[in-house]
């Protein structure tokens, strides 16, 4: 069974960025969607951001929308997440996740999780 493991994350000022990098062992998932979710404190995961498996087709949740971006690189089994122009709202745990077939923004849909990274943005 594979494994995501997601690095990058960190403290930054408001308007900064990060990039967050989830690269996947023991299964390529070359050929699964990747997504992003993220949980902040008090709050229900919510869905960041989906990409397909070849990286032609990519979905952001309207909050995000402009500012990050996420992208994949299937030869190094690895799946990013561009963030720029960070708000305090940006704070939460970022996780990785990987399906079979197209992306969604259904959590549940996703059969294999990261253990996440921790984002803070201050004011």
């Known amino acids: 069974q594979g494994q995501l493991v997601e690095s990058g994350g960190g403290s930054v000022q408001a308007g900064g960025s990060l990039r967050l990098s989830c690269q996947a062992s023991?299964?390529?998932?070359?050929?699964?969607?990747k997504a992003w979710f993220r949980r902040a404190p008090g709050k229900e995961r919510e869905f960041v951001a989906a990409?397909?498996?070849?990286?032609?087709?990519?979905y952001y949740a309207d909050s995000v929308k402009g500012r990050f971006t996420i992208f994949r690189d299937n030869a190094k089994n690895t799946v990013y997440l561009q963030m720029d122009s960070l708000k305090p709202e940006d704070t939460a745990v970022y996780y990785c996740?990987?399906?079979?077939?197209?992306?969604?923004?259904?959590?549940?849909?996703?059969?294999?999780w990261g253990q996440g990274t921790q984002v803070t943005v201050s004011s």
């Open positions: 990409i397909s498996w070849s990286g032609d087709s990519d």
């Open positions: 996740a990987a399906k079979a077939y197209g992306p969604s923004m259904i959590g549940d849909q996703y059969a294999a």
């Open positions: 023991g299964h390529t998932y070359s050929s699964f969607a």
